[in-house]
Structure formats: C-alpha cells, structure tokens
C-alpha cells in the first residue's frame, strides 16, 4: 500500500533523480567528516532504493550506516541506528541499543520494540 502509495506520487525517474542528489549530497558530507548528515542521508537513500525495489542496494545503505555507528557511536544518533537496524531484520541487535539508550525513548516506542 505504501509502495503503491508512492508510485503516485513519484516516477521511477524522479525517484532515481532523488537518489542522485542525496548521493551527491553524502559526498559532499563525508568531505566534511559529517556522521550525522551522512547517517541521514543513508537511511534517506536507503528508503529510496527500498521503493525502487533495490533491495541489495538499499540493505547497503542501512549496513553503512550500522558500519558508521559502530566506528562513530557518539556521532550518529542512536535512533538512525536502529532503524536501520530494524529495515535490515536485525532486530535483537536494534532491541540492544533502545535498551542502552532507553531513557531517550518515549514509552510509545519502548512498547512498539516490546511487542516485537
């Protein structure tokens, strides 16, 4: 539904020209030593792969960004983390950092991870 959701709302050309520039963005950023903007601009390019149907190619964008967090923890935040930890049907390993960084979670979420 979601998929269907955005095939109306983007062509697959449009969706590549998203890709493009957030690539050309995550360049400029890692210029910059910017581990945060870069973690974002993942999982941005992660999600964008995923509605293209470039499953490969958006897991690849989710594990740099777990590749990232485990050389950089203090400087990507914990919640880019586990949601790539989550699209990449890690969950345990995503469950461990709610966990350490529980007190930063509202308890909506804390719930949601319970259940899962």
């Not at 998929?3 to 697959?12: D, M």
């Not at 950089?72 to 890690?90: F, N, T």
Request: hydrophobic content about 35%; overall charge negative; glycine content about 2%.
């Amino acid at each position: 539904m979601i998929t269907s959701l955005f095939e109306s709302l983007y062509t697959q050309e449009e969706l590549q020209s998203k890709v493009a520039r957030y690539q050309a963005g995550y360049e400029q950023l890692q210029d910059k030593k910017d581990f945060r903007s870069m973690a974002s601009a993942c999982y941005d390019i992660g999600c964008l792969y995923e509605l293209l149907g470039e499953e490969e190619k958006s897991r690849y964008y989710y594990q740099k960004i777990v590749d990232e967090w485990n050389t950089h923890p203090d400087d990507i935040p914990y919640y880019i983390c586990v949601h790539a930890l989550k699209a990449l049907k890690k969950s345990k390993e995503a469950f461990e950092i709610v966990l350490a960084y529980a007190p930063r979670w509202d308890l909506r979420d804390l719930a949601s991870f319970m259940r899962n």
